[in-house]
Every structure is written in C-alpha cells, then in structure tokens.
Nanobody, 115 residues
C-alpha cells in the first residue's frame, strides 16, 4: 500500500502563487506515476498534472504554463507549483499514485482563489 498526505493549500488572491506538497510512504517502489487532481464544488474530479516515474510530465490545458509538477524521490515528496492563480482554480486538490495493485489517493487540500 501507499500512503499519501497533501499539504500547502490555502486562501490566495487571484494572480498569486501556492505550492502544494504530497508526501508519500509505504510501497513507494511500486509507484509508476503520480498526479494531481482537483474537484470543484458541483463538478467532477479532473486531472491537473501527471508525472511518470521517468520524469515525463503532462498537464491539463487549463493549467499549462502556470502549474509545474515535480517529484523529489529523496524526500519522497511530490509538488505542484501553482502560479498566476485564477478563481476558477478553486477546488480541493488531491494527489494520486498509480501502482500495479491499484490507485491510491490522499485526503485532499483546499485551494481557494479570491478575485
């Protein structure tokens, strides 16, 4: 199993920045890829960014050029740097780990962007 704990959410004004962290533990050798997802009130959860074990990244069109996903395997932590935040980025952000035995999720961290 893999345990994931997010942190770093909060309230920020439009145009501001935040960095989310996701600390992972457990069977981390089995992780193939990790990602950040978000869910806004009344909307479905959506993929924000993903990073494969080889470091290849991919982003949702809505965040390209503003968000950066990274992973530090020494600190066992994944990050999401979010710049130029917009009110529509407001959501609960979840980190996710993909393994051959299944997907694992963190508990989520709230990001609120005020206009």
């Amino acid at each position: 199993q893999v345990q994931l704990v997010e942190s770093g959410g909060g309230l920020v004004q439009a145009g501001g920045s935040l960095r989310l962290s996701c600390t992972f533990s457990g069977s981390i050798y089995s992780i193939n890829a990790m990602g950040w997802h978000r869910q806004a009130p009344g909307k479905q959860r959506e993929l924000v960014a993903v990073i494969a074990s080889g470091g290849i990244t991919n982003y949702a069109d809505s965040v390209k050029g503003r968000f950066t996903i990274s992973r530090d395997n020494v600190k066992n932590t994944m990050y999401l740097r979010m710049n130029s935040l917009k009110p529509e980025d407001t959501a609960v952000y979840y980190c996710n780990a993909l393994t051959p035995l299944g997907d694992y999720w963190g508990q989520g961290t709230q990001v609120t962007v005020s206009s």
